[in-house]
């Protein structure tokens, strides 16, 4: 494979002249370049290209629990406007903001890999591990409290609260109608639960950067990786943008 | 080698230096959307308006984060077209689904 | 063959030899094997796994019709009967149609069609590898465990409260093949937008890549919601989380929407791929480019964004909403239309086409025929009124073998035989193999044209036992499974028998078009000594004639 002097660059569907395309212009073969790609810039397209549908795939796997969501909402309307109620906001807008916070300094470490600053590009990763674990830590101690409060679905699960209406700040409801709360914390575990689970995996690969990060590793001109890590860190982001409201927020009664 | 998409050297971001009080403004806007949206909670009254503004809040911050911090906005057409595939076939999904959930009563009653 | 009847084009044999640097020499053993990151390797990886696992599904087939033979429940109970149609068609469907043409051909040929090296992440093609071997791992531990009695769809509630059979383990096997299948859909994805090689523009490449391209589409967008809906039901069986379950006030029928969401658009992940097989053999033996290239090419993108917007007419007698039902039958209508574009724009591009009868043609006539009745028959179960009467009988089994057995498996044996040479540098013996050819097809008419008449007579799918009455067309059919059985079975010996004893191919031996056309056969290990630049449109006959000189592009 002794062809990569005759690089090509700036083809044109509609170009006519393919000869013309051909020039002499890259040398750089750097060590990353993999051997079935002709440019650094190929290979970059290639790989980015990559990324973004593998998180397109992931929207379409949290797709099929949002649908249920939305279906089980408009069916059980009073059920999940009370069951929605007893989540505590305070703790959910915080960890909206951290969240969004850690996204903040994970794209700033995309900018110290491209700036070549080893030391910031660490601890931005750090910090944004950090911001990651405490979200999560934060998250427990809301699936504690269900676990008093006896909301989490199963054996121990109790409709006394909707059915008098006490702890909700909601009137109360039916017994029948009550049953469904169960239906909104089990989807409130599912989807709440994928998505930590795709942030423990975001954290794994976080940490290993880190590690690779302090060695000097991505502050030489191959930042995909970082980038591709922010990528999906984004997009675990952009899940719980949505699942903020649509658990924490909609039809939340004010309190007295 | 490089295809129509991907060719054009001002799309790469490191090509386009993106200032980090850039983010700085782009978090600034996340955070004043989602104490927005916190408060439209207790402010609008419970029904469908306020379901409304919460997810197009959340719809505003999602493509927000995608734009900037996943650096769409800087990127070609191709990765553009790719986040707004991925969105379609998910509202296809929801839509064709709710024909169903929507009018499965009508006439029964 | 006398040359007037053919084109084929191999060495004198007396001279021919191998070439001595191919993909399949240099490196040797297991390990070079296992460890691969060549896609023509990969490609022949999946072609030994999906041919195991199709004689797997085939033998469940051969004892269903065994037990279909006579009106009696004589040769299994009942259950067994139950896991025997579930494991045919999870296995068929997951194991088999669904990486049948992309993991094969498509993985051998996607580069060398467009003038790549490699696909564009080596690694991940080898892990969906892999993937798929778990996933076929944990759909044989079901099988060994005792089987799984729900019938491939994993209805709800059925699937998570009636029934005692490993439904989870079956599902575990199928969440991983689809993410198998979804890394090779990113894989085909990227590689076309980003790989193609200088010259190759969108509508230069053949038409195979498109067809390819639609369904890597669907296999990147669709099979993720089978993953979650899967998960669910995992969930729904283990914890007990009611998103199915109507006792909990959870609703069956939103399983059915999400599991057809991408069911549906798996039947077009399954038939488009055969789409492009057929479309190059039909242009190569009738040397002609295709009529309505641009129509052709994008009549597979419309099969693959339609596909997202037709599944509910799987549901229409479930107890969906009728007016919904009424609008996926009218959009169900649609799909038809790109369909037919293929088979009108075939059928003109053998028109006045100087064709000849190799058995890839063979097979490709058999695809257009029966895909054509499959097809069409589509059409009449897509109509809401006529749906209600024939859905859940034979006539629908009839109709989806038509459609996937008929259809893509004819693809799949004709590309096979047409890339056979390409792949291994040997010929298959074509007299056998037309034999095969003619076999499967009489095989295959006779199997399931009985079911159409079956199923519009009322007789029900699923169950093991039928009135005295239907019985001369049930053995029809069971006699036509074992004429079938034998079609498939043929290809087998003689491709095995090929590897070996076959004609030397030479590297152009159909004297086709393609890029993958003008290299050695079998082609060296990075596929092009040069990268080559496309300096001509597809299917491009003239341009072959006039081409005295394999391409010599200067190296700096």
């Known amino acids: 494979m002794d062809s990569h002097s005759t690089t090509l660059s700036s083809h044109s569907a509609h170009s006519s002249a393919i000869e013309a395309q051909i020039e002499h212009a890259h040398h750089e073969h750097p060590a990353y370049l993999l051997h079935h790609f002709e440019t650094v810039e190929q290979q970059k397209a290639a790989s980015s290209f990559g990324m973004w549908l593998f998180l397109m795939q992931e929207l379409m796997f949290f797709g099929g629990m949002f649908m249920a969501y939305l279906v089980y909402r408009a069916w059980y309307y009073p059920a999940f406007a009370a069951a929605s109620n007893t989540l505590d906001w305070k703790i959910g807008t915080l960890n909206t903001i951290i969240l969004l916070t850690s996204s903040f300094t994970m794209t700033l470490a995309v900018h110290y890999a491209e700036a070549r600053k080893v030391k910031a590009l660490a601890n931005s990763i750090l910090v944004t591990i950090i911001l990651g674990i405490v979200f999560l830590g934060l998250k427990s101690t809301e699936y504690y409290s269900k676990f008093v409060e006896h909301h989490v679905p199963g054996a121990n699960f109790s409709i006394e609260d909707f059915v008098t209406g006490h702890n909700t700040g909601m009137p109360p409801i039916s017994a029948d109608m009550a049953q469904h709360t169960q239906l909104f914390f089990s989807l409130y575990f599912a989807m709440t639960g994928m998505h930590a689970l795709h942030m423990i995996i975001g954290i794994g690969i976080l940490a290993f950067m880190y590690v690779k990060a302090r060695g000097g590793a991505y502050t030489e001109g191959h930042t995909a990786p970082i980038d591709y890590a922010s990528l999906y860190w984004h997009f675990v982001d952009v899940v719980w943008i949505f699942l903020f409201p649509l658990l924490y927020l909609i039809n939340r009664h004010p309190v007295h | ?109 | 063959m006398s040359s007037a009847t053919t084109i084929v084009n191999i060495p004198e044999q007396s001279t021919a030899s191998l070439p001595k640097n191919s993909y399949l020499t240099g490196e040797y053993g297991l390990k070079s094997w296992l460890l691969t990151q060549d896609h023509k390797r990969i490609g022949l990886l999946y072609l030994i796994s999906i041919t195991f696992f199709f004689f797997i599904g085939g033998a469940f087939a051969g004892l269903i019709r065994l037990e279909l033979l006579t009106p009696m429940p004589d040769l299994v109970a009942s259950d067994t009967y139950n896991k025997l149609f579930t494991m045919h068609g999870i296995v068929m469907i997951f194991l088999f149609l669904v990486p049948s043409v992309p993991a094969v051909l498509g993985n051998f040929l996607l580069p060398l069609m467009l003038g790549a090296r490699d696909l564009a992440f080596p690694k991940i093609n080898l892990l969906s590898w892999y993937m798929y071997m778990g996933g076929g791992i944990f759909t044989l531990a079901t099988l060994v465990l005792g089987g799984v009695d729900t019938g491939w769809t994993f209805t709800t509630p059925l699937s998570t409260h009636y029934v005692n059979t490993h439904v989870i383990t079956a599902g575990v096997g199928i969440f991983i093949a689809g993410f198998s299948s979804i890394f090779t859909g990113l894989n085909f994805i990227v590689t076309i937008h980003r790989m193609r090689c200088p010259g190759m523009t969108w509508f230069r490449m053949p038409l195979f890549l498109w067809a390819n391209y639609a369904a890597s589409i669907l296999m990147v967008l669709g099979t993720p919601v089978l993953a979650i809906t899967i998960v669910l039901v995992a969930l729904e069986r283990t914890i007990g989380i009611g998103v199915f379950d109507p006792s909990k006030g959870g609703d069956p029928l939103l399983f059915q929407h999400l599991f057809w969401f991408y069911s549906h658009p798996a039947v077009y992940i399954m038939i488009l791929p055969g789409m492009g097989v057929i479309s190059e053999t039909i242009s190569t033996f009738s040397r002609k480019r295709i009529f309505g290239y641009t129509a052709v090419a994008f009549s597979s993108v419309a099969i693959a964004v339609f596909g997202f917007f037709v599944w509910e007419h799987h549901m229409f007698i479930m107890g969906v909403s009728t007016y919904s039902a009424l609008v996926f039958s009218l959009l169900t209508m649609l799909v038809a239309v790109p369909s037919a574009i293929k088979i009108f724009n075939w059928a003109a591009t053998l028109y006045k086409g100087s064709i000849t009868f190799e058995t890839p043609m063979l097979y490709s006539f058999g695809f257009i025929g029966l895909f054509t009745i499959g097809g069409l028959t589509g059409v009449f179960l897509g109509s809401l009124g006529m749906d209600v009467h024939l859905t859940e009988t034979y006539f629908i089994v009839a109709h989806f073998h038509f459609v996937m057995v008929g259809g893509m498996l004819m693809a799949f044996l004709a590309g096979i035989h047409f890339w056979w040479p390409k792949m291994t540098g040997r010929m298959y013996p074509e007299q056998v193999s037309k034999l095969a050819a003619v076999t499967t097809f009489i095989g295959f008419i006779l199997t399931f044209f009985p079911q159409f008449l079956l199923g519009y007579l009322g007789m029900p799918r699923r169950y093991h036992a039928y009135p005295p009455e239907f019985q001369v067309l049930n053995v029809l059919s069971t006699a036509g499974a074992t004429v079938l059985g034998v079609g498939y079975l043929l290809p087998m010996l003689y491709l095995t028998w090929s590897l070996r004893y076959g004609a030397i191919a030479g590297d152009n031996p159909w004297q086709a078009t393609g890029l993958e056309w003008q290299i050695q056969s079998p082609p060296l290990k990075e596929n092009f000594t040069e990268i080559p630049i496309m300096d001509h449109e597809a299917y491009d006959y003239d341009w072959l004639a006039h081409k005295h000189v394999p391409e010599v592009t200067t190296v700096g």
């Open chain 2, 1 to 109: 080698m490089t295809t129509p998409e991907g060719n054009n050297p001002t799309l790469h971001n490191e090509h386009t230096p993106i200032k980090p009080i850039t983010y700085v403004f782009v978090l600034a806007a996340l955070v004043v959307l989602t104490l927005l949206n916190v408060g439209l909670a207790f402010l609008l009254p419970v029904g469908l308006i306020h379901g409304i503004f919460a997810v197009g809040i959340a719809v505003l911050e999602a493509m927000i984060v995608i734009l900037f911090f996943m650096h769409i906005y800087w990127s070609s057409r191709l990765m553009m077209l790719t986040v707004g595939a991925g969105f379609f076939t998910f509202l296809v999904l929801v839509v064709m689904t709710m024909t169903d959930y929507t009018s499965r009563a009508w006439g029964l009653w």
